[in-house]
C-alpha cells in the first residue's frame, strides 16, 4: 500500500514577532486573546489567509489586509470559534419566559416593542432558538412586537445564519416535534429553517469592542452575550461590557455563558438569581422587578 502523502508544508514562516504582532491585532480590534499556547492555531490560520490571498510574506499581507476592510473582515473571521447549536443552555430560554419577559413586561403595554439581542450570535442557532422557544412556550408572543437582532463580528458565520441551512449537530437538542414544525430536510440531508423564521430575525456585523456601531442599534430589554467572553481577557470584558450596558433600556438584562460572570470586572450590574439561571441586570433605581 502507498502511505498517505503527508501535509504540504506551507513556505511562509511565521515569525515570533510577526506572531506576537498578529495577537495584538487581534486584541486590539476585537478583545480576543491569542498566547503562545494557541501558536499552532494562529500560525496555521495567519499562513492559510497570507496564501489565499496570493502573498508570499507576512508584511506584504499585513500592509495590504489593513487597507482592505474585506481581507480584515475575512481575517478575523477565520480566528474566531462559532461552536454552537439550537437550544445551547435551554435552562436560560426557560428562564426568559418565566422570570425575565414577566419582569420586561410589566412596564410595558401590550403591543409594545420587546427588544432581544443575541451577539454575538454566531451562525445564528441562538437568535432562532429564542424564536422558537417563544413561539413554543410563552403564551403571551401574540401579545407583543417582539424583535431578536442577531449579531456578530464574523461575516462568514453571518451569512450562514441568514441562509438558515443547518447540519444535523446543530440540531441535535431540538425535540423531533420542533424539528418537524420549523424545517424541511433537504436531499443531502441538511435542513432549512422555514421562511417565516429566517426572515423574522435582522443578522448585522457588529463588533462588542466597537461603542458607536453598538449604540447605532438601539437600546434592548435582553442580550444574550453567551459564550464569547471566555475568549476575552478582562480589560477586554470589562470594555465589551460597558459598551453592552450603554445599549440595554434602564432594569435590562444580560445571560451570559455558564462559564462567564461578571465577578472582577463590573459593578454596574446587579446579580439576580432566578430557579433556573443567574443573570445581570443594569443597576438603575427605576429597574424591572
Ligand atoms: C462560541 S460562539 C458563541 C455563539 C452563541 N452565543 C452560543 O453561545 O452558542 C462565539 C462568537 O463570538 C464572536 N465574537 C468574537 N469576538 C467578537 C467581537 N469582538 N464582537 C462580536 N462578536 C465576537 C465569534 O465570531 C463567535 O461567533
Redesign the pocket.
Known amino acids: 500500500m502507498m502511505p498517505t502523502a503527508p501535509p504540504k508544508d506551507s513556505a511562509i514562516t511565521i515569525g515570533d514577532a510577526e506572531f506576537d504582532r498578529i495577537c495584538d491585532f487581534l486584541y486590539r480590534r476585537?478583545?480576543?486573546i491569542f498566547g503562545e499556547v494557541k501558536r499552532h492555531y494562529v500560525d496555521r490560520r495567519l499562513r492559510e489567509r497570507i496564501e489565499a490571498s496570493g502573498h508570499d510574506s507576512f508584511r506584504d499581507y499585513f500592509t495590504m489586509m489593513l487597507a482592505d476592510t474585506d481581507e480584515y473582515e475575512r481575517l478575523v473571521s477565520s480566528f474566531?470559534?462559532?461552536?454552537?447549536?439550537f437550544y445551547?443552555e435551554e435552562y436560560q430560554f426557560r428562564c426568559l419566559t418565566t422570570s425575565v419577559l414577566p419582569l420586561v413586561t410589566q412596564h410595558k403595554r401590550r403591543g409594545d416593542t420587546i427588544r432581544l439581542w443575541?451577539?454575538?450570535?454566531?451562525t445564528g442557532?441562538?437568535p432562532y432558538s429564542i424564536a422558537i422557544w417563544l413561539l413554543e412556550n410563552w403564551a403571551s408572543v401574540d401579545d407583543w412586537q417582539v424583535e431578536i437582532v442577531g449579531?456578530?463580528?464574523?461575516t462568514t458565520?453571518l451569512r450562514t445564519a441568514a441562509a438558515g441551512l443547518y447540519g444535523a449537530r446543530s440540531l441535535m437538542r431540538l425535540p423531533t416535534s420542533v424539528t418537524d414544525r420549523y424545517f424541511t430536510r433537504t436531499e443531502d440531508g441538511h435542513f432549512q429553517l422555514i421562511p417565516d423564521l429566517c426572515s423574522s430575525i435582522r443578522f448585522t456585523r457588529?463588533?462588542?469592542?466597537d461603542r458607536a456601531a453598538m449604540a447605532a442599534h438601539g437600546r434592548f430589554d435582553v442580550i444574550?452575550c453567551?459564550?464569547?467572553l471566555i475568549?476575552f481577557d478582562d480589560k477586554s470584558r470589562r470594555e465589551?461590557i460597558g459598551n453592552m450596558y450603554d445599549c440595554l433600556v434602564d432594569g435590562g438584562f444580560i445571560f451570559l455563558?455558564h462559564a462567564e460572570s461578571m465577578s472582577r470586572v463590573s459593578s454596574l450590574f446587579q446579580v439576580r438569581r432566578f430557579d433556573e439561571t443567574i443573570l445581570y441586570q443594569k443597576n438603575t433605581e427605576t429597574a424591572h422587578g
Open positions: 476585537t478583545g480576543m474566531t470559534i462559532n461552536e454552537t447549536y445551547r443575541s451577539l454575538p450570535c454566531a442557532e441562538e449579531s456578530d463580528i464574523d458565520a457588529v463588533n462588542v469592542m444574550l453567551r459564550n464569547m475568549y465589551a455563558g
